[in-house]
């Protein structure tokens, strides 16, 4: 059976995606794997340079990734990574004003931005894969 111009099309966008989806990947496990052995000891601190360097990556590859991966998106994943981003700013915005105020009037710690950050990139995460993987 002969493959039609429409099938080696998709053959070739999948490739892009999966390429696009491993090199930022790898990338974000990288960041991750930096900021897990950092942690909150002083002593393994950024010097500035390599946080401002760190932080210029960061605000390209963010932006660059992102353009890439969805250019490379079907209308379905699409729609799941608009619904999982929505999901995650929802949950942002519900949870890190009220956690504010509650600590100005001193009633709970101070908000842990990096737990907001991992919360939210958790609900996006779960909320696409729901969406994604349910029949």
């Known amino acids: 059976m002969t493959e039609g ?15 696009v989806s491993l090199v930022f ?4 496990a990288g960041v991750g794997a930096t900021l897990a052995y950092l942690g909150d000891n002083d002593a393994r601190s950024l010097s500035a340079s390599w946080a401002v360097g760190v932080t210029l990556l960061y605000a390209i590859c963010l932006p660059l990734g ?7 998106t079907d209308e379905v994943d699409l729609r799941d990574n608009l619904i999982g981003c ?6 942002y915005t519900m949870l ?32 696409y894969f729901w969406k994604r993987l349910r029949p």
């Open 5 to 19: 111009p429409g099938e080696r099309a998709e053959r070739l966008r999948a490739r892009r995606y999966w390429a």
């Open 25 to 28: 990947g790898l990338m974000g």
């Open 66 to 72: 992102s353009w890439l991966f969805l250019r490379q």
């Open 86 to 91: 929505t999901a995650g700013i929802y949950f």
């Open 96 to 127: 890190y004003p009220g956690w504010y105020f509650l600590w100005k009037g001193g009633l709970v710690p101070e908000p842990d931005h990096q737990l907001l950050f991992i919360g939210t990139m958790g609900v996006v995460a779960a909320v």
